[in-house]
């Protein structure tokens, strides 16, 4: 099984409808990311999670929220899907002081 | 200006060659520095993390250069397997931890 687990890996939705992108870990990381990729604007922080009880926005928050429902567990929803939301998202966990990041093998997201 | 600026590409070598990636950074206070390996629709992974002395990990050899705020990343012997996106990343230490920040990349294609 892998590390960093992303669910669903494709996904279509309908602008407006309300969609939910999980993220589970088996590394014990205690942090947690949500980035997107987009074609030439590279990876960008969503939200971050350094533990349980701890959220924070990224560079591009708007329209999204997040939701640490245990150590391994990091879901980002969309509230009300728009076109300009069509990307591929990443998960990503890292140790307090780890060298890198773990990545997901990430969802990709259509909106029409 | 980008917190990370890379040339995009593509470089387009042939097999064998020797081919130079350079990166900037914008953030001086900047601490943790790497180059990321993602291919087509995958995640990024890790290659290796570029330390002030540089340093050397088989065909690759990273170096950081403080003052001029670049990071390199050399590939002697170019294989066909190289062709990638590699991804200049800093960590910028702003409110601490290790959130980084990405460059878009710079594209590699090996060729016969």
């Known amino acids: 099984d892998a590390d960093v687990t992303q669910t669903p890996r494709n996904r279509i939705t309908k602008t407006g409808k309300r969609i939910m992108l999980e993220c589970s870990q088996t590394?014990?990381?205690?942090?947690m990311y949500w980035y997107r990729q987009d074609p030439g604007l590279g990876l960008r922080l969503i939200y971050y999670?350094?533990?349980?009880?701890?959220?924070n926005k990224g560079e591009i928050s708007d329209g999204y929220s997040v939701s640490r429902q245990a150590q391994a567990k990091f879901s980002l929803s969309l509230e009300s899907a728009i076109p300009n939301q069509t990307a591929l998202y990443f998960c990503?966990?890292?140790?307090?002081?780890?060298?890198?990041?773990?990545f997901g093998s990430g969802t990709r997201l259509t909106v029409v | 200006r980008k917190e990370v600026e890379q040339d995009p590409g593509p470089f387009n070598v042939p097999e064998g060659a020797t081919v130079a990636f350079n990166c900037t950074y914008s953030?001086?206070?900047?601490?943790?520095f790497f180059w990321y390996r993602q291919d087509c629709r995958k995640e990024p992974k890790l290659l290796m993390s570029?330390?002030?002395s540089g340093n050397e990990d088989g065909r690759f050899t990273a170096q950081l250069n403080r003052a001029s705020q670049y990071i390199s990343l050399l590939i002697r012997d170019s294989k066909l397997s190289d062709s990638a996106t590699y991804l200049c990343?800093?960590?910028?230490?702003?409110?601490?931890?290790?959130?980084?920040?990405f460059g878009t990349g710079t594209q590699l294609k090996v060729e016969l």
């Open positions: 990503a966990t890292s140790s307090q002081g780890g060298v890198g990041y773990t």
């Open positions: 590394k014990g990381h205690d942090r």
């Open positions: 999670s350094f533990d349980v009880k701890d959220i």
């Open positions: 953030n001086s206070a900047s601490q943790s």
């Open positions: 570029v330390y002030s």
């Open positions: 990343v800093v960590n910028p230490l702003t409110g601490g931890g290790n959130k980084l920040t």
